[in-house]
């Protein structure tokens, strides 16, 4: 069974501080990786995807990647109250083919605190 | 913008009753998925299509059926309702290009069994 495994927090921060978010995953086969925010009785929306091993940076959130470790992080610069939200880590399987599913994670909670 | 729009936010039925829960998209997707999302267990695939009446299950698809008439709209069924199917009902779409991967969610279904 291909996992996603996430620490399901909740994490708190103080705002202005880093957020640091993991995600390990089991299928060594897996190319591309996707960190969804989900906030309180929203449905989840896509805030970074990452392709290759290395750094991706889009603002204040960075994801990085260690394939070889079958590792992702998500972090989050000058945290904000409004970044308190469930992060949640997906992957789609190797060998998917025109499957489009993703392997899900059960998110991590993020608490900001002003 | 990527529209994705479900029936209903809110809906409350009895034990037995046929449900349907319309999904639409309006950027031509070839994909669609329904999830449903518990407390603890995360998202958890119901079903998906690729094409027009082409459809998979996922992992949990006991007591669900689907339909895909029309490349914008993927019905979920609970052909006789139980308590165990309350839950929040996540319907997504995704074109499905390389290994972009975006899920577009709806604001989800939070249907009530009693």
């Known amino acids: 069974q291909k996992e996603v495994e996430q620490n399901s927090g909740p994490l708190s921060v103080p705002e202005g501080a880093i957020a640091s978010l993991n995600c390990t995953y089991s299928d060594r086969g897996s190319q591309s990786f996707f960190w969804y925010r989900q906030y309180s009785g929203k449905s989840p929306e896509l805030i970074m995807s990452?392709?290759s091993n290395g750094d991706k940076e889009d603002g204040r959130f960075t994801a990085q990647l260690n394939k070889a470790s079958q590792y992702v992080s998500l972090l989050i610069r000058d945290s904000q109250p409004s970044d308190s939200a469930t992060y949640l880590c997906?992957?789609?399987?190797?060998?998917?083919?025109?499957?489009?599913?993703?392997?899900w994670g059960l998110g991590t909670s993020l608490a900001v605190n002003p | 913008d990527v529209k994705v729009t479900q029936s209903s936010r809110y809906l409350v039925k009895r034990t037995g009753e046929k449900v349907f829960l319309e999904c639409v998209q309006d950027m031509d997707h070839e994909n669609m998925f329904w999830y449903r999302q518990d407390p603890g267990l995360g998202l958890r695939l119901i079903y998906f299509?690729?094409?027009?009446?082409?459809?998979e299950k996922g992992d949990i698809p006991e007591g669900y059926s689907v339909s895909r008439e029309k490349k914008e709209r993927f019905s979920l069924i609970l052909e006789s309702a139980s308590t165990n199917q309350t839950s929040m009902y996540l319907c997504?779409?995704?074109?499905?290009?390389?290994?972009?991967?975006?899920?577009?969610f709806g604001p989800g279904t939070r249907l009530t069994v009693l």
């Open positions: 997906a992957a789609p399987p190797f060998n998917a083919g025109n499957n489009r599913k993703l392997i």
């Open positions: 997504a779409s995704l074109e499905g290009q390389g290994l972009i991967n975006e899920q577009f």
């Open positions: 990452i392709y």
């Open positions: 299509s690729y094409d027009v009446k082409m459809k």
